[in-house]
């Protein structure tokens, strides 16, 4: 088990440590950050079977931190918290743009979103597209946003969705919904190693498909797993209420394509001598 584990965390671990050797961060860095991780999951997750908060000797421990740090350590994630959240103005935008492609009002007969006046009394229109989604920002801040990013476009009074998803090109938007999604991603797998009604956690894989195939079907992929993300919108949206116990869910679609690793060649063998 622990070699099979070991090689499974090397494999989560190997794009990760690429990107943050290409961002300049060191192993020690690396070392830094994940020693605050281990303290706030201990935190977390360890203290409930005694039923009172763990000690600052309990968690190093159980973690291997020296006590004198474990405490810096919780200080620390007591005052900035422990998740970098997706900004504000972000996460506004994302959610009218699935609002927008998802719900029937605002989709034409054939499924596709419909270009909305901005504001309008008698029609569905973009300002109260932001108030079905309970935005707590301006339509037009929430618009500005769209156009930044080249996801919707004013042009007389009217708004035009150009693209199915908010996709920011702000890099602190884009680690933040890295953080958030494989998050949840290895929180799902994480439950279903340990036991319990399991979370959907599946994949589609080859290794050997030819390239020509996957040109061709690559924008239909595409479109599928758009259309699985509209589709579970529309029915949970329509569910929405503030009454009763609250829970939260991330349903993902992931894709990622690379050249087939090469077979190795044959070593040569030698003929016995005679």
Do not use: C
Not at 80 to 107: D, F, K
Not at 109 to 137: T, Y
Not at 214 to 227: F, Q, S, V, W
């Amino acid at each position: 088990m622990n070699e099979a584990l070991k090689t499974a965390v090397l494999a989560i671990l190997r794009p990760l440590v690429r990107y943050l050797i290409g961002q300049g961060w060191t192993y020690g860095a690396l070392t830094d950050a994940l020693k605050m991780v281990y303290v706030a999951e201990a935190s977390r997750h360890y203290g409930k079977a005694t039923g009172r908060p763990l000690t600052d000797s309990r968690i190093s421990l159980l973690t291997g931190i020296h006590r004198k740090e474990v405490k810096r350590l919780r200080v620390l994630l007591e005052e900035h918290g422990e998740r970098p959240m997706l900004r504000h103005g972000a996460n506004m935008a994302a959610q009218v743009v699935a609002a927008w492609i998802s719900m029937v009002e605002y989709t034409d007969p054939a499924g596709q979103p419909r270009p909305l006046p901005l504001r309008s009394v008698a029609a569905p229109s973009f300002e109260g597209l932001a108030r079905r989604v309970k935005a707590d920002m301006r339509p037009r801040a929430i618009l500005d946003e769209l156009g930044r990013v080249g996801v919707a476009q004013e042009q007389e009074g009217v708004v035009h969705l150009l693209r199915a998803a908010y996709i920011s090109d702000l890099p602190e938007d884009q680690i933040a919904f890295l953080g958030e999604n494989v998050g949840d991603h290895l929180r799902s797998a994480v439950h279903n190693l340990e036991g319990g009604e399991p979370f959907l956690e599946r994949a589609l894989y080859f290794d050997a498909l030819p390239a020509a195939v996957l040109e061709e079907a690559r924008p239909e992929l595409y479109r599928m797993g758009e259309r699985l993300l509209r589709e579970a919108h529309q029915r949970l949206s329509a569910a929405e209420s503030p009454e009763g116990p609250q829970r939260r869910l991330r349903l993902g679609v992931y894709y990622y394509e690379e050249d087939a690793a090469a077979e190795p060649a044959a070593e040569p063998t030698e003929e016995p001598a005679a």
